[in-house]
């Protein structure tokens, strides 16, 4: 009796700590939980993975969809006059004004059906929103930092408003104030999804479409990168042989958006401050790594951002001054080792903006 008595009493004090730990998390002190500052991103990353999927909003069942394909152009040409076309969502990234804005605008011209833009711009930098296409086109943005996470929050930021304001937004390209589009906006819709036609596919077949994400795991300063916020700490969510590096910008299909902000594993460790600020680069390792790690088929690998490194100087890549902006540059520029051509390049000087204008028309987008 009294043996059995005591085990029950040791069960529920040995029990009692166990039920107050997994009931009361919170009496418990957790490293690493969101600051103030982070909930009301939390709560828009939350809409926006809770917004519906272009899929589901388009009025198909899974067995029409696939019985579709050989009647194709004449339920394409119904769904038409029903739902709009995708459309590709720039999301411009910047501290500055936005030197360029009157080129993009040509580059926009005449195609107001197929794309959106968003802004983030660093409140605390001078930014005056320019007009036209721009026009209030500026999302509720926070402070950029380089070195920090603060520039993977704004992209997740960019992703997450571009997703709740059109469901028709099916790729999504990060873009800076110093980069130039290469191509007419018309040949990088028909790059991406064919043609015009075509493109409704992209509500029918989504999978198929890659996101242009750069993924390499040859970057010699790997590793010293991966310990940027101490040794070890990376560990369990992403050991080193997953830890990946990539350029920053980046053009993510609709699905990969979506994974993204639904992320919380891995940006719990992204965002951890770095204590070794020479090798703290968060967000070219954030997105090619988790995006490896969640579905390396569905990436190219490569990116669409052309970036010239030689003579790189303090982690910035040359910045093209006006003298050396001709046709040959561009057409150099274009040149990548893929089957794409690239469509975006960066730095430019704002100055460049004049000597690109004078090209816009017979040579950037000529095609
Ligand atoms: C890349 O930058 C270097 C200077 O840093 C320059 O000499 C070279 O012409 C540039 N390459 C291209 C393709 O623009
Ligand atoms: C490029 O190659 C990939 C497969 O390697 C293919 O799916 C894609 O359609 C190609 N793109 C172009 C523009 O030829």
Not at 18 to 23: K, M
Not at 336 to 353: D, G, I, Q, V
Request: aromatic share 14%.
């Amino acid at each position: 009796m009294f043996t059995s008595r005591f085990a029950l009493t040791l069960s529920l004090l040995l029990t009692l700590p166990l039920l107050l730990f997994f009931f009361f998390p919170a009496i418990y002190p957790h490293k690493n939980l969101p600051g103030r500052d982070e909930l009301d991103d939390l709560a828009l990353f939350r809409r926006a993975s809770a917004a519906r999927s272009p899929s589901r909003a388009f009025p198909l069942s899974r067995g029409a969809a696939s019985s579709s394909a050989r009647s194709f152009p004449a339920k394409f040409a119904r769904l038409g006059s029903r739902t709009s076309r995708p459309k590709i969502a720039f999301l411009f990234l910047t501290n500055s004004d936005l030197y360029f804005s009157p080129l993009w605008e040509e580059f926009f011209s005449g195609h107001s059906r197929f794309y959106n833009i968003y802004i983030h711009a660093d409140p605390s930098s001078k930014f005056a929103p320019p007009d036209g296409v721009f026009r209030n086109r500026l999302i509720p943005s926070k402070k950029t930092e380089r070195a920090s996470p603060t520039l993977i929050a704004a992209a997740r930021r960019l992703l997450a408003d571009a997703i709740l304001d059109d469901p028709a937004n099916f790729y999504f390209a990060l873009v800076s104030q110093h980069c130039v589009p290469l191509h007419s906006f018309r040949y990088m819709y028909n790059a991406l999804f064919g043609n015009s036609i075509s493109a409704f596919n992209a509500y029918i077949d989504p999978g198929k479409y890659k996101s242009y994400i750069e993924i390499l795991s040859d970057e010699p300063n790997l590793y010293e990168r991966y310990t940027a916020r101490g040794e070890d700490v990376m560990l369990p969510e992403v050991a080193f042989e997953q830890f990946r590096v990539g350029s920053q910008f980046f053009m993510l299909a609709k699905r990969h958006a979506s994974l993204v902000l639904e992320d919380r594993k891995l940006w719990r460790k992204f965002r951890l401050p770095c204590l070794n600020k020479e090798c703290c680069y968060p967000e070219e390792h954030y997105f090619p790594t988790l995006l490896s790690m969640s579905d390396p088929k569905g990436c190219s690998h490569y990116t669409l951002t052309r970036v010239n490194w030689t003579g790189s100087f303090d982690g910035h890549p040359h910045l093209y001054q006006p003298e050396e902006i001709s046709p040959e540059l561009v057409h150099e520029l274009r040149q990548s080792e893929s089957n794409y051509s690239y469509f975006f390049a960066r730095k430019f000087s704002p100055e460049c903006l004049e000597p690109l204008m004078k090209i816009a028309d017979n040579v950037l987008f000529k095609d």
